[in-house]
């Protein structure tokens, strides 16, 4: 098929599951403004995802195309359930009076859409970072007769990893028949193209709740969203330019450049002088280089030695320009559905005076379990995202439930709704938790690695600026200076705690675990001692106390916004929409703002035995939330300010929407540029050559079975190709991957005997390495051959020869 009519049909399939369930979105979103159309792709491919994944799991399904189509048949079913609980006629008006919304996000869906397209069709290759994990996961799925499918990777077992997202891709793939290098680049084009819409939806939804008189003016305001959460760069792009336009840079008497600032600044590369005269252009450092990594590594960590310690602070534009169709990119269009069905709860979706649990609960059944699929969904997708927004909903209820009742006690319903979420959401995906393995193995103290407020400022400095100036704005107008010196005390004791907790932390591991694990953990930050740590900890967070004060001061600002006495922010139990929209955006500032606060002083030990992870997750979602959230404050202060100061604010608006998109112009542009050689097309295979896809493509129609391939070092694209591109089990695949998605439960012997295989003369040695893991197909190419010391004579003698051109042979063990 065409890749170009395979491109509609997919656009077309997922139109119509958005289509499908409207009726749904209508009966369980009704408290948003916009009935959550702007959700219903997203709701539609989750809930198809969920209806065949749950019956497939329990072997009532079958992975092919009448296992799909019985699937959307039954989602069909409850949705036409859902339109029968809608009073007669109201679904039919309610569309035709919104056609112009309607028009407005299928005309935003297929820019995005479009957009994406020429940017993956120019640069598809899947041949970098963790690309090939991705398409492996994908072409498994499709190879697998049943869920959960099998681990590519790793013969003999299951996916042991959050692969919700893949699958989801992998049943459109089947559904339209393109092979999985192709529906790689769609998944990713339509995950940028769902999350574009829900963003503009979401940010829509809320400033139509802040002020509904002006709902045409803020719907063409909420297209500030989709470019916050997905195109807007940090300011590393800015400080890219000044770098190569030599700013702040002196020659000295030896002609020698150096710069007291980039020194002092220590972002990554950008310490060296430049070479070149000044120029326009972002710089490379190194051969093959990509200079828009650096925004993702601008804070330093160090261990006590000084050495340096990777640490990621990737935000959204920096995943589209990467191309990586990893979980926390496929979860955004699902994390915006999210904080949809939060600001759903909180207007009230469900609400009833009767409540559930001796009274407890007060929302409907069929609304919690609605939330409970929809929040659920994100622990099976990007398993990070399952607490944040079982939190964000659960606070958005509590807050609900105080501005009902006017009592803050009825905060504390909150736990009781996150507890009650949270247990639904992991039964409802039970049999994902029963397979999964994490590598998670506790909390430990950040001790060595405060951030520094320039670097912080660098990452998140577009909404620090939004959010400091709406925060001086608003409290300047209540004039309670003593209120908000006791809310920036707040802020500073919040913090504080967190610094005791890690210093508590400290002391539970010196004084409890092991003697010899207590060595290993001071060994792996370079210290001698606990008190020699704790020391250096102290005087680094004297040395560089920016990062906290920001974050102790913003957080403080936000919680006096927030807990505003109940006097002024009600009248009769019922709160105006101006505040009830303030209070919502506040929450998901307040919760951002946590995140971010969080591993300054804590963080999840894993493999890595960083805070990388933790930094990288969780500053992740505080851009969304933030963006989100930042483009609400655009509204209400364009609303609120009037002469000299509105004007200042628009153009410190139009100011930062310059400097954030100097990061995605320049990088884009980078990577959607191709020589005349290079195809337009959709098909990650494109960078491998003509005898390697004729040899993958004779995999993919073959059984499925264990697959013996070169085993080498992650991501590198070369090693365990065969098995991403075909679906099929290598023995192994990456063998650091899989140590970390089985906690370190892999039986590496398995590379050994790979190589043994291939090198040995000894046909009986080979045959038991064969047998023991029940080798089918050995692969023979160029990869194995500069790998290890191949000696072919004994296949030639005992296999059957299946697949043979001038690149690849396959044998096949009768």
């Not at 958005?18 to 916009?34: K, S």
């Not at 954030?660 to 959607?672: H, K, M, N, R, T």
């Not at 390697?692 to 264990?706: C, F, G, H, K, S």
Request: charged content about 15%; hydrophobic content about 55%; cysteine-free.
């Amino acid at each position: 098929m065409p890749q170009i009519l395979s491109a509609i049909i997919w656009y077309l399939l997922l139109a119509g599951l958005g289509w499908l369930v409207i009726p749904i979105a209508y009966r369980f979103l009704h408290a948003l403004p916009d009935r959550g159309l702007a959700f219903t792709r997203t709701l539609g491919l989750l809930l198809w995802g969920f209806t065949f994944w749950i019956l497939s799991s329990y072997g009532l399904l079958q992975n092919n195309l009448g296992g799909l189509r019985t699937a959307a048949a039954l989602l069909g079913a409850v949705s036409y359930w859902a339109w029968r609980q809608i009073p007669r006629g109201e679904l039919g008006k309610w569309l035709r009076a919104h056609r112009g919304l309607i028009i407005g996000m299928e005309v935003l869906f297929l820019v995005a859409f479009l957009f994406m397209t020429f940017i993956r069709a120019s640069r598809p290759d899947i041949n970098h970072t963790e690309q090939p994990m991705e398409l492996a996961f994908i072409n498994a799925i499709l190879r697998s007769p049943t869920m959960p499918p099998h681990d590519p990777w790793l013969s003999g077992f299951s996916i042991s990893y959050y692969y919700f997202g893949y699958l989801m891709v992998a049943m459109l793939a089947k559904l339209t028949g393109v092979i999985g290098s192709v529906a790689f680049n769609l998944g990713f084009i339509s995950i940028f193209s769902m999350a574009a819409v829900a963003a503009y939806g979401l940010a829509a939804n809320l400033l139509t709740v802040y002020r509904p008189q002006a709902i045409k003016a803020f719907r063409w305001l909420a297209l500030l969203a989709p470019l916050s959460v997905l195109i807007l760069g940090n300011f590393e792009g800015l400080l890219e330019i000044a770098h190569a336009r030599h700013v702040l840079w002196l020659t000295d008497a030896t002609s020698a450049r150096t710069s007291d600032f980039w020194a002092w600044l220590d972002v990554k590369d950008l310490i060296y002088a430049p070479v070149d005269d000044p120029q326009f252009q972002p710089r490379l450092f190194g051969t093959g280089a990509w200079w828009w990594w650096r925004a993702s590594r601008v804070i330093n960590d160090r261990t006590f030695l000084g050495d340096e310690q990777e640490l990621i602070d990737e935000f959204p534009a920096f995943s589209f320009v990467l191309g990586d169709l990893h979980p926390h990119v496929l979860s955004m269009p699902f994390v915006m559905l999210a904080m949809g069905t939060a600001l759903n709860v909180y207007l009230g979706a469900g609400e009833r005076k009767k409540g559930l649990l001796r009274d407890s609960l007060h929302i409907e059944p069929e609304t919690l379990g609605f939330t409970a699929v929809v929040v659920g969904a994100l622990g099976f997708l990007n398993i990070w995202d399952f607490p944040i927004y079982v939190g964000v909903v659960s606070l958005a209820y509590g807050l609900r439930r105080v501005q009902t009742e006017g009592r803050w006690v009825y905060l504390f319903d909150s736990l009781l709704f996150g507890l009650v979420t949270g247990l639904l959401g992991i039964a409802l995906y039970l049999p994902f938790y029963i397979g999964f393995t994490s590598q998670a193995a506790g909390i430990l103290p950040n001790l060595l690695n405060p951030s520094r407020g320039a670097h912080l400022w660098i990452v998140f400095g577009p909404a620090f600026v939004l959010f400091f100036v709406f925060l001086i704005v608003s409290w300047f107008r209540t004039r309670e200076i003593g209120r908000l010196l006791k809310y920036v005390l707040l802020g500073f004791g919040v913090v504080f705690a967190f610094g005791l907790i890690s210093f508590g932390l400290t002391w539970l591991y010196m004084n409890v675990i092991p003697a010899s694990q207590q060595g290993a953990l001071l060994a792996s930050l370079g210290a001698a001692d606990a008190s020699q740590l704790i020391n250096e900890s102290l005087a680094r967070r004297m040395a560089g106390p920016g990062g906290w004060i920001t974050l102790s001061i913003l957080l403080g600002l936000l919680l006096g916004l927030f807990f505003q006495p109940a006097d002024r922010r009600q009248t009769n139990k019922a709160v105006t929409a101006e505040r009830q929209a303030g209070s919502f955006m506040i929450l998901l500032a307040v919760v951002a703002t946590l995140l971010v606060i969080v591993p300054e002083f804590i963080y999840l030990r894993d493999q890595f035995g960083t805070r990388m992870n933790t930094v990288f997750k969780f500053y992740f979602q505080a851009w969304q939330m933030w963006a989100i959230a930042g483009v609400f404050i655009i509204g209400v202060l364009l609303s609120e300010l009037r002469g000299i100061g509105r004007a200042l604010f628009v153009a410190l608006v139009a100011l930062l929407v310059f400097v954030g998109l100097i990061y995605p112009a320049y990088a884009f542009a980078d990577v959607s540029r191709r020589t005349p050689e290079e195809a337009f097309t959709l098909d990650g295979a494109r960078w491998l050559s003509a005898d390697t896809v004729a040899a993958m493509a004779w995999l993919r129609q073959a059984p499925v079975a264990p697959l013996a391939e070169a085993i080498g070092g992650s991501y590198n694209a070369s090693f365990a190709r065969f098995a991403a591109h075909s679906g099929q089990q290598a023995i192994m695949g990456w063998p650091g991957h899989e140590g970390q998605w089985r906690g370190g439960n892999v039986d590496f012997a398995r590379i050994s005997d790979i190589e043994a295989l291939y090198s040995t003369a000894d046909w009986d040695a080979a045959q038991t390495i064969i047998d023991r893991y029940g080798i089918r197909y050995v692969v023979i190419s160029e990869v194995e051959r500069n790998t290890y010391a191949v000696d072919e004579i004994k296949f030639q003698q005992n296999l059957d020869l299946v697949f043979q051109n001038a690149a690849v042979t396959i044998y096949q063990v009768p």
